[in-house]
């Protein structure tokens, strides 16, 4: 069981709301990337909490619920397509990431990022390698990300059938490939990601 090892000795150092924060879609090749802050109750148990990736669909959703209704504040945000060919995907991950923070309805005053980059929040934070393995408030971000995408993408799929998306969630899979040489790049797609069709022709 995930400990709370890191959100204690933050609040021992005077922070008083402290948020996880995680996101997902950021290697697809189509859709929204989407982020997600979460601040959770000192000590909440939530069984099977882990990242998410290590996690059963099934599982997932019963956990999103479970956060969605245990949690001090959450926020699921995004950054477009059009963000992302624009910013690039990066800074728009980190968009995503502060729009999700700005959400809260509790004003958080230190995050903690999953992964190893935290720079331009407008509170102090901390990158967390691994930290959706390391931190419930960073693992349970991780689910709202999860979740609230792996949605997007079967409506997505429902607007554009012919990829497949429901099935590989946008990401660069065979059959994904295949369909985008077959039917070319939808207005969904990230034009960044999908430059391999540009030498192709």
């Not at 929204?32 to 909490?49: H, K, N, R, S, T």
């Not at 882990?50 to 699921?76: G, Q, V």
């Not at 901390?126 to 079967?154: E, M, Y």
Request: hydrophobic share 45%; glycine share 6%; aromatic share 6%.
């Amino acid at each position: 069981m995930l400990e709370y090892t890191l959100e204690r000795e933050l609040h021992e150092q005077g922070f008083t709301a402290v948020c996880g924060v995680d996101e997902a879609g950021r290697g697809p090749l189509c859709g929204p990337v989407v982020a997600a802050a979460c601040i959770l109750p000192d000590g909440l148990v939530i069984e099977g909490l882990n990242d998410s990736k290590k996690l059963t669909a099934k599982k997932r959703d019963a956990l999103f619920d479970f956060i969605c209704e245990h949690a001090l504040a959450y926020c699921i945000a995004q950054a477009s397509v059009e963000e992302i060919d624009r910013l690039n995907i990066l800074e728009a991950d980190l968009l995503a990431m502060r729009r999700a923070i700005d959400g809260l309805a509790i004003k958080a005053d230190f995050a903690l990022i999953d992964g190893n980059i935290a720079r331009d929040f407008q509170i102090p934070a901390r990158a967390i390698i691994k930290g959706d393995a390391t931190s419930p408030s960073i693992a349970a971000a991780s689910i709202l990300a999860k979740v609230t995408r792996d949605r997007q993408c079967i409506e997505l799929d429902r607007a554009y059938p012919q990829y497949g998306i429901a099935k590989h969630k946008g990401y660069g899979t065979k059959a994904h490939m295949q369909a985008l040489r077959e039917f070319g790049p939808s207005p969904i797609h990230r034009k960044q990601f999908i430059r391999f069709l540009d030498k192709e022709s």
